[in-house]
């Protein structure tokens, strides 16, 4: 079994920055991919950034030059600046084995105030 535990979350002023950390602990054999995805009431789930275990990395278009995911043996972080009130949300970590095996943290809240 994999553990998950996210931290960093909290309230932020429009412009500000967070970083959000993650760490995988238990039964980890065969990571494909880390990352970090979230959600609000009204909207899915949706990917936020990835990081393979080479380092090539994903981003969803409304992050890109914001975010930064990086990655350092079974931790993940997530740098996110120049926050706006869009990215409120609840961050989730995910860790995906190369079978397509799905792990999932608790959630951690992302408030942006304008």
């Known amino acids: 079994q994999v553990h998950l535990v996210e931290s960093g979350g909290g309230l932020v002023q429009a412009g500000g920055s967070l970083r959000l950390s993650c760490a995988a602990s238990?039964?980890?054999?065969?990571?494909?991919?880390m990352g970090w995805y979230r959600q609000t009431p009204t909207k899915q789930r949706e990917l936020v950034a990835s990081?393979?275990?080479?380092?090539s990395t994903n981003y969803a278009d409304s992050v890109k030059g914001r975010f930064t995911i990086s990655r350092d043996k079974n931790m993940v972080y997530l740098q996110m600046n120049s926050l706006k009130p869009e990215d409120t949300a609840v961050y989730y970590c995910?860790?995906?084995?190369?079978?397509?095996?799905?792990?999932w943290g608790q959630g951690t809240q992302v408030t942006v105030s304008s």
């Open positions: 238990g039964s980890i054999f065969s990571i494909n991919t």
């Open positions: 990081i393979t275990g080479g380092g």
């Open positions: 995910n860790l995906r084995t190369l079978r397509s095996t799905d792990y």
